[in-house]
């Protein structure tokens, strides 16, 4: 039997950077997600319990998603890294502006942004499901975005 691990390999998923303001500052790069509703607006993302990001949400009750464009895999590997620094200063290097509605860092040049309210956290596994009431939503300039599939980054048009 194959495993899940290279059955999940042959799914091509976009990039997102979950952000997240404020005493626990803190970005992970992330595939895990989704759009659940449209009304009322809901998207989710899938947070393993022991990644900081995982603290991070539930104590702000808040988080932000930049999704990637095609020339930001740089910023993608980065914010994939464990050994970048920690908290406020992660960010030092990263164009970012503070979300209006959360204060989480919205990276500049992405091709869309989200600002949400944590609804819930629901049991998934070694994850948690992470439920968020989109704030607000906004769209930047481009087209290409950045995916990953067969365990490498690539650019779709």
Not at 18 to 24: D, I, K, N, Q
Not at 69 to 82: H, S
Not at 99 to 122: N, Q
Request: charged share 15%.
């Amino acid at each position: 039997m194959t495993g899940l691990r290279e059955v999940m390999a042959r799914f091509a998923t976009g990039i997102t950077v979950l952000t997240v303001a404020g005493e626990h500052c803190h970005g992970m790069t992330a595939n895990a997600f989704s759009s659940v509703s449209l009304e009322p607006p809901l998207v989710l993302c899938c947070v393993n319990r022991k990644a900081r990001m995982h603290a991070a949400i539930v104590s702000a009750g808040s988080f932000a998603v930049s999704v990637l464009k095609a020339d930001q895999e740089p910023i993608a590997r980065y914010f994939a890294d464990r050994s970048r620094p920690s908290g406020r200063a992660q960010f030092d290097g990263v164009r970012w502006t503070p979300g209006v509605r959360t204060g989480a860092p919205l990276l500049a040049g992405s091709l869309a942004w989200l600002e949400c309210r944590l609804v819930e956290a629901y049991r998934g596994g070694d994850h948690s499901i992470v439920i968020g009431q989109v704030l607000s939503a906004h769209c930047g300039t481009g087209e290409e975005a950045l995916v990953f599939f067969g365990g490498a980054f690539h650019r779709v048009a």
